[in-house]
């Protein structure tokens, strides 16, 4: 894997809205800077994502350089969110696992709610160094996660996405195919690899910053979802289904812990450490 590099980099600012593609960002503990510190939650605390509203596809949020960000969608005037005040936080429940979090302010709320014809209020991890561990079954001692699904970043490869391209393209819905690659929602994506070489990394290093591959990312539904228009087909899901079932999960790409702080950028080497 001598010539695989970082072909992109992406930060979803508000968990589920569409993603936001970056030339390089700085990388934290719990995730790249600025992905999924913020998300929707409905009136029980539980948090709202594509899985529920595929709408939020079409939804954006631009990052400002104090953590405040600006949402937009179709339908819908820009509104200017800033990191709200130290204040009480709510318990949200993201997949199971409780998590304090703090409410932005009303105005927020009634976009988001508007937006969606929902009963939705957005909040904002005000402290992901202590806020969410790993799941321990996959984490090292202290490790802490943003409101990502469960890990601080996803990689995934073009060679798999285009072998998996090949495979559907064989099937029941190859009229649905190609897919595009945000149909997986990750945060790098490297290119000058074998397909399926992911499957075999235990740590890889991406320009100075050397990351710990956790675990490979099960995949949902939220894969069928064309993230230009929001309409669901059948896949990726049906050819993963018969192609990556591993452990009873549809798998694609791999979950990722950095070891330590960096900074990553567009084209820097990606090597396989171990």
Request: one cysteine or more; proline letters at 8%.
């Amino acid at each position: 894997m001598g010539n695989a590099s970082l072909l992109s980099i992406h930060v979803h600012p508000v968990k589920a809205f569409r993603s936001l593609a970056l030339p390089e960002a700085v990388v934290e503990p719990w995730g790249l800077a600025g992905d999924r510190r913020w998300a929707l939650v409905d009136d029980g605390g539980k948090v709202v994502t594509q899985r529920e509203q595929p709408r939020l596809a079409l939804a954006a949020a631009g990052l400002l350089p104090d953590g405040g960000i600006v949402l937009s969608a179709p339908g819908r005037s820009a509104l200017t969110v800033p990191v709200p005040e130290p204040a009480e936080t709510l318990t949200i429940d993201v997949f199971g696992t409780k998590v304090e979090a703090v409410l932005a302010h009303e105005a927020a709320h009634r976009w988001c709610a508007a937006y969606l014809g929902a009963g939705v209020r957005l909040v904002h991890l005000d402290d992901p160094a202590t806020r969410r561990p790993v799941d321990p079954s996959y984490a090292l001692p202290g490790e802490t996660v943003s409101l990502a699904d469960g890990y601080p970043l996803l990689v995934t490869t073009l060679a798999s996405l285009d072998a998996l391209n090949s495979l559907l393209a064989g099937g029941r819905h190859a009229d649905e195919g190609p897919l595009p690659m945000n149909r997986f929602r990750p945060n790098l994506v490297v290119a000058g690899t074998e397909a399926w070489a992911e499957d075999h990394w235990s740590r890889i290093s991406v320009g100075d910053v050397v990351f710990r591959v956790a675990r490979t990312c099960g995949r949902c539904v939220v894969t069928t979802t064309d993230q230009d228009s929001a309409v669901r087909g059948r896949e990726p899901l049906h050819t993963l289904a018969r192609h990556r079932r591993r452990a009873g999960q549809l798998v694609f790409g791999q979950n990722l812990v950095p070891l330590a702080p960096g900074t990553v950028r567009v084209g820097d080497p990606v090597r396989v450490l171990g």
